[in-house]
């Protein structure tokens, strides 16, 4: 933490703004909102979502629920029938250009509120109590009339809290901290019809098509547009992922075990199960399983050990160290993977989890029963002498502000400190890494 807080990389900081274990005020989900055993279910006389006809507007609300809007319909989440906009929101148009969750962390008064835009007006909503209607002109100086589409960019995607809008071939960056309007022309985010930050992805719809897109640089993703009933939608016949793949891997809420869980200097938690990963510290806006390589570039399979130090994060994979920037998105350092026993002083593979505590610079790792620390900061790096754990096995490991976690199975047990970890004849009590971490009901 120390050189996060002294280094360049202070526009990024993200306050921490959870604590463990997160069962408290969760939404009871037990499976994932996205798997697509069924069809929408529809309603006679409103359209179907899955037409391929897109939408006029995204947004999520500030419990996470995802709004889907075309015309004067609406769908709630990714699998509700459609219904009239004006049950839940009595106030509005009958067909809106652009709607967006604003995230304003430093103006409680606006942080959270959904805003919805038609011609030159907008409205104003917390929860589903209207705010008030004003002149775009007026509240969000400089942005244009006739929208096509906005979407929030906190800080730490976006260098402040802002919203990027869309209209056309333009993108009009609005910073929250000055009011000021940045003006861009971005490839990666033409014609926008909607607009949608989802978990900590930002994806630009064109119609039916969508497409992920890098909120800083506005470059578009490899592999996209993608057609978005595969994906946001249950559609007949539609899907993705790999069906092959046992299913246990992508349930969160399944016994199987996690391979690893690091918590990086951002904020940014993640579980690594096989070939994918969760993020958890955006819980309320859902859970995915995605895919390792769709975040650390050149990544792929199951992973042994992960790490976060001086602004980097650290995967062991069998023998091989990768070694990542950790910034808003994150980049191979050049010349990596390398052997961890050039680069730790680890000899051969069989590295079962690892962790360091922030403001340490103490790698400890964990084999077997076997713990041995190498202090990051000397040249070369030697193992040390080690200790023995009462676990006789441990999948991952995690440290924190709020002490050590250790993964076992489906269970973890919380240390407060290296000391105790190292003193402890006996495991402390088990707890559920799936209700405690993952919002599962068992
Ligand atoms: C969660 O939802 C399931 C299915 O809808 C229900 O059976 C269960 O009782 C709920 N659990 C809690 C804790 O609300
Ligand atoms: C809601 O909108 C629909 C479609 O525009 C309209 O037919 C209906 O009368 C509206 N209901 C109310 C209560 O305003
Ligand atoms: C408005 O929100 C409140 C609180 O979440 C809820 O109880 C109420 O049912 C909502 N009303 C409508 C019309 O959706
Ligand atoms: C969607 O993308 C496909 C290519 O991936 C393209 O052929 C099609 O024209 C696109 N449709 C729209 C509505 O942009
Ligand atoms: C699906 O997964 C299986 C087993 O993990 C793998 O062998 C296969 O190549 C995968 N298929 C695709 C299309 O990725
Ligand atoms: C996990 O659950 C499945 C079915 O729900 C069961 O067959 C299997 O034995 C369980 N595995 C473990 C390790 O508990």
Known sequence: MKLLLGGLCLCWAVVLSFSYPWMKHLPNITEDELSQEHGHPSR????????????????LDEQGVAYFFRDAFLWKGFRAAAEFINKTWPGLPDHIDAAFRMHHKNSPEQHDRMFFFKGNHVWQYNGNKSEGQFLIQDKFHEVPDNLGAAVECPQGECQHDSVLFFKGDTTYLFDLSTNTVKVRTWTGTHQCTAAMRWIDRHYCFQGSNFTRFNPHTGQAFENYPKDARNYFMRCEGRGHGNKTVDPSIYNRCSNRSFDEFNEDELGRVYAFRAHVYFRLDSKKDGWHPWQIHSTWPSLHGKIDGVFTWNKK????????????????????????????????????????????????????????????????????????????IAHSHVDGAMCNTEGIFIFVGTNYYKYSSTKEFAARTETPDPHSISVDFMSCVH
């Open 313 to 388: 994060m650290y995967f062991i994979q069998g023998s091989q160290l990768f070694i990542y920037k950790a910034e808003a998105q994150y980049t191979l350092i050049e010349g990596y993977p390398k052997p961890i026993t050039e680069e730790l002083g680890i000899s051969g593979a069989g590295v079962d989890a690892t962790f360091i505590c922030p403001g340490t610079s103490l790698l400890y790792v964990i084999r077997g029963n076997q713990v041995q620390s190498v202090n990051l900061e000397q040249t070369p790096r030697v193992l040390g002498n080690g200790f023995q």
């Open 44 to 59: 006679a006389g409103f359209p179907n979502r899955c037409d391929g006809l897109g939408f006029d507007a995204i947004t």
